[in-house]
């Protein structure tokens, strides 16, 4: 095991190390409500919910590359305005072809990036495919219950891979696993949540509804905890990736 975890800290460390940008959110109005219910059982999405007029009020690159992306959207009576810095993405005709059925699964890990928007596929050591990613309201919080609308943070694996009615594809991710219940309940021992809390579940990776593929290009949290890609990048990540692939969540 020790000579497993040595390669992927490695491969992770070279990856943080090549994508680290600072993010920032700047956000005023309302918060932000619901756009779907639980990820696994939605069926539709409730329109009233959906941020609309989304807009991008300011594009500019930094000295190293960032993309600092002001955007402005309506939800209710509240307008919005968030900053975001993004990494640079390559485009899906930019990334080197790559057969998957020559890579060793064993050798491959996914690695979600909270901070930077991001999700990755690690082999060998090497960045093989990066995909802008979005997340929830509160993207920066570790899952703490039920209902909180974030991304568990940790070591996950695919359980699960199959079609998806709204999301093109669904990852189901063995959440909540052992570790899990651990941090859920000291943090009930601790007194951060009411013991009458539950733990949740139905976390996973999936693509995004009918022409939401502009809210992932903005950075804008509207799922119920799981990752979000767009359209096209779910379809190829799910060429990569199938059930026991590993999965770091990190903030």
Same mark, same amino acid.
């Given at each position: 095991?020790?000579?497993?975890?040595?390669? @992927?800290?490695?491969?992770?460390?070279?990856?943080?190390?090549?994508?680290?940008?600072?993010?920032?959110?700047?956000? +005023?109005?309302? /918060?932000?409500?619901?756009?779907?219910?639980?990820?696994?059982?939605?069926?539709?999405?409730?329109?009233?919910? @959906?941020?609309?007029?989304?807009?991008?009020?300011?594009?500019?690159?930094?000295?190293?590359?960032?993309?600092?992306? &002001?955007?402005?959207? &309506?939800?209710?009576?509240?307008?919005? &305005?968030?900053?975001?810095?993004?990494?640079?993405?390559?485009?899906?005709?930019?990334?080197?072809?790559?057969?998957?059925? &020559?890579?060793? $699964?064993?050798?491959?890990?996914?690695?979600?990036?909270?901070?930077?928007?991001?999700?990755?596929?690690?082999?060998?050591?090497?960045?093989?495919?990066?995909?802008?990613?979005?997340?929830?309201?509160?993207?920066?919080?570790?899952?703490?219950?039920?209902?909180?609308?974030?991304? $568990?943070?940790?070591?996950?694996?695919?359980?699960?891979?199959?079609?998806?009615?709204?999301?093109?594809?669904?990852?189901?991710?063995?959440?909540?696993?052992?570790? /899990?219940?651990?941090?859920?309940?000291?943090?009930?021992?601790?007194?951060?949540?009411?013991?009458?809390?539950?733990?949740?579940?139905?976390?996973?990776?999936?693509?995004?509804?009918?022409?939401?593929?502009?809210?992932?290009?903005?950075?804008?949290?509207? +799922?119920?905890?799981?990752?979000?890609?767009? /359209?096209?990048?779910?379809?190829?990540?799910?060429?990569?990736?199938? $059930?026991?692939?590993?999965?770091?969540?990190?903030?």
């Amino acid at each position: 095991m020790r000579g497993f975890l040595f390669p @992927v800290l490695t491969a992770m460390l070279t990856l943080l190390i090549s994508t680290q940008v600072s993010a920032q959110k700047l956000k +005023t109005g309302m /918060s932000e409500t619901s756009l779907a219910s639980q990820a696994d059982s939605a069926k539709k999405n409730d329109s009233s919910d @959906v941020p609309k007029n989304a807009k991008i009020i300011s594009e500019v690159k930094d000295k190293n590359g960032n993309i600092v992306r &002001t955007i402005q959207y &309506t939800q209710g009576a509240a307008v919005i &305005t968030e900053i975001h810095i993004f990494p640079p993405f390559p485009g899906l005709n930019e990334r080197k072809p790559i057969n998957p059925d &020559t890579l060793n $699964p064993d050798s491959l890990m996914v690695l979600v990036d909270k901070t930077n928007y991001l999700i990755a596929i690690i082999y060998k050591r090497q960045r093989i495919r990066q995909y802008r990613a979005v997340f929830g309201p509160d993207r920066l919080h570790d899952k703490m219950r039920e209902g909180d609308r974030c991304t $568990p943070e940790g070591w996950f694996k695919i359980v699960e891979k199959r079609d998806h009615s709204n999301w093109q594809k669904f990852l189901l991710l063995d959440y909540p696993n052992p570790e /899990s219940y651990k941090k859920f309940q000291e943090r009930i021992q601790d007194g951060l949540i009411p013991r009458s809390s539950r733990i949740g579940g139905a976390v996973g990776i999936h693509g995004t509804f009918r022409g939401g593929d502009e809210m992932v290009d903005m950075g804008i949290g509207w +799922t119920d905890g799981c990752v979000a890609l767009k /359209s096209v990048d779910i379809i190829d990540f799910c060429r990569f990736v199938k $059930p026991g692939t590993r999965v770091y969540v990190r903030r």
